[in-house]
């Protein structure tokens, strides 16, 4: 019989501590043998174990709690470790809070900043620490603090959450939703998207109608405005 390949049989024994996912794959600029340096003193000082995706060098020497990792499925990977800590990529993130895994948020810029704060505010990990002021100290509170009960039991239900919503469902209804259909339609003839805005008719017509009125001597071309589906 083969062994399920998420069995985590191997990878929870009591006398062991914990594994906590590092990584910051697509973050370049930054001071990565600093950070390095702040990430394997924190271990150092908690006693935990890490996997430390593209933040070690080949030639990097290591203690025995890290391991330098290559290109790992994160839905392979996660549900064998405790926490993940990572800059917060959507693609990351995402497979972090499925697992269900407490999270640690190191941004550097853009939407990395707003993800942390999603994080903090439902409890599944601590306030974000930015990446050019993150410390020794504040690594070693966060990897403590999520390893807390509460902050376990937060991801576990963000995680339920997940499971249960069709996902594709969730996102054709809330495209639909937010579909401007009445501002997109012709008035004359529905099928056809509204291009033109006749405004002494209040009307919104398509190309095709454009073309019949205009080419009827109904309205002259100058009466023509674009449309916008946005008021």
Known sequence: EFLDLNNNHYYHKESLSPIIYIGFCSITGHDSERILQVVLEALEKTGYRAVLSSLAKDDDKL???????????????????????HHSGAGTTAAGLRAGK????????????????VIEKNGVGPRALPGQNLTTDNLVESFKYVHEPQVRAAAERIRDAILKENGCDEALRAFQTHLPLLRMQSYLESTYTACYQLEEFHLQISRRVAQVLVISGRIEPTQLHLHSTRY
């Open 63 to 85: 203690p025995k709690n890290a391991l330098k990792i290559g290109n790992v499925s994160h839905d392979w990977l996660f549900p064998h470790v405790s926490a993940v800590c």
């Open 102 to 117: 407490p999270t640690i948020i190191v941004p550097f810029f853009g939407d990395q900043f707003f993800w942390g704060n």
